[in-house]
């Protein structure tokens, strides 16, 4: 008898435990077949579509639209782009006295952290403008330092060539609809310095549009480290918790197939398939 070879053994038993986990995706998948449509948005607001790492922001009053995608090490190597990023994190902290600074092996670490797909935990969010990187942020599911189920978003900063213009809604957009995926609630953070115009607009932003309780009125003099939170809607977790069941899937398809296997065959009965489809689209 022929003996195998140890990578292909290696080979085999990584499609076997790529195509369990398959099932185990598909069997859950089957368990909640109804398909739940998202809401239409209110007129006025930002749409988006798309996936998770690569979501389309619709901004309205004719704002035209942003691509916001999750960070790779293929970003890494565009030219130019780690450069960008650490100079937009810069210039948009210091254009209003703060210091944030991203150095070049810092912009390439959390880009990589984007190659694990959906198992990445926290994550760079590249927001683009026409074709240019505009501004960016990082929303990571479990930073280890916030109550449990509750993810994170932060470092926002935006070009300040490019402010005004719905570039940060977009980064808020995306970031808290990868969160939903995962997590119950989001927590943010910012230093407030009372009579100082930024921080006002921050705490308009953050405390009054975007929902976020920051426990109680800002101080009147002084400054104050604020944590601010917010619970994610149980619709909005739902319908999070299973486009990342359907991402999963994906991914799990292209690593099967890396692998040398052929997911086709292992597909889920058609009706399935077109619920997937219909709840992606
Ligand atoms: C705050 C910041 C990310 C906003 O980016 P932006 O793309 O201009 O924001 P948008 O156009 O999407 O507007 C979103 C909200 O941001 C707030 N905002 C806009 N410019 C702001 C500024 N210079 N300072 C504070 N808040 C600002 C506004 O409340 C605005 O909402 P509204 O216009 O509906 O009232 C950007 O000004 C920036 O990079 N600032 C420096 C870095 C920073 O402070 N980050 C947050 C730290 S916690």
Request: aromatic share 6%; hydrophobic share 35%; with cysteine.
């Amino acid at each position: 008898m022929k003996r195998q070879s140890s990578g292909c053994v290696d080979q085999e038993a990584r499609q076997l435990m790529i195509k369990r986990k398959l099932a185990e995706v598909e069997r859950v998948l089957q368990q909640e077949p109804d398909i739940e449509v998202e809401e239409p948005p209110a007129e006025k607001q930002a749409t988006v579509t798309g996936p998770t790492d690569r979501a389309v922001v619709q901004l309205p009053n004719g704002g035209g639209e942003v691509l916001v995608v999750i960070g790779t090490s293929e970003h890494a190597e565009i030219p130019g782009m780690i450069d960008r990023i650490c100079y937009i994190v810069d210039k948009a902290y210091s254009s209003v006295g703060k210091h944030k600074h991203v150095d070049e092996y810092d912009a390439r670490h959390r880009l990589a952290m984007g190659d694990a797909g959906p198992a990445a935990n926290r994550v760079l969010h590249l927001a683009f403008k026409g074709g240019e990187l505009v501004g960016c942020a990082s929303s990571t599911f479990d930073p280890g330092w916030t109550p449990e189920g509750c993810g994170h978003w932060g470092l926002m900063a935006v070009d300040p060539a490019s402010q005004g213009q719905g570039i940060a809604t977009a980064l808020v957009l995306a970031c808290e609809r990868r969160l939903a995926t995962v997590n119950e609630a989001i927590q943010i953070e910012y230093q407030y310095f009372a009579g100082d115009e930024h921080s006002r607009r921050l705490h308009a932003w953050y405390e009054e549009k975007l929902g976020f309780q920051g426990g109680g009125p800002p101080p009147r003099r002084g400054s104050s480290f604020r944590k601010c939170f917010k619970d994610i809607p149980e619709a909005q977790q739902r319908l999070g918790q299973r486009r990342r069941l359907l991402e999963i899937r994906g991914w799990l398809q292209d690593q099967l197939r890396e692998a040398g296997g052929r997911p086709e065959e292992d597909r889920a009965p058609a009706a399935v398939e077109e619920a997937c489809a219909a709840a992606v689209a």
